[in-house]
Nanobody, 123 residues
């Protein structure tokens, strides 16, 4: 059974950092792309970043470029989202998602989803 479990969310002050984790089971990161999405209250879910099975990363959200970095540890079958210089507008539920072979920044392009982890940036 394919499963994605996010962790690492929480409350952080503006300018702080968090690292989100996405532990995958039932498949390997060598066959599936992993993407991070986020959804702020009252807004649509948006793609943040994705890492392909070959390890190449793509960013989708201009607002996080230079601040967020996606990575993975294939030995742990886990993907990460390192978030630095956090801003209040980064507050959202963050979801990881998986799809076979290809990355997508669109919700419809991903096949499997985690339950989400809440990130709140506030002083």
């Amino acid at each position: 059974q394919l499963q994605l479990v996010e962790s690492g969310g929480g409350l952080v002050q503006p300018g702080g950092s968090l690292r989100l984790s996405c532990a995958a089971s039932g498949f390997t990161l060598f066959s599936h792309a992993i993407a991070w999405f986020r959804q702020a209250p009252g807004k649509e879910r948006e793609g943040v970043s994705c890492i392909r099975p070959d390890g190449v990363a793509t960013n989708y959200a201009d607002s996080v470029k230079g601040r967020f970095t996606i990575s993975r540890d294939t030995a742990k079958n886990t993907a990460y989202l390192q978030m630095n210089s956090l801003k209040p507008e980064d507050t959202a539920n963050y979801y990881c998602a998986a799809s076979y072979a290809y990355c997508s920044g669109d919700v419809g392009g991903m096949d499997y989803w985690g339950q989400g982890t809440l990130v709140t940036v506030s002083s």
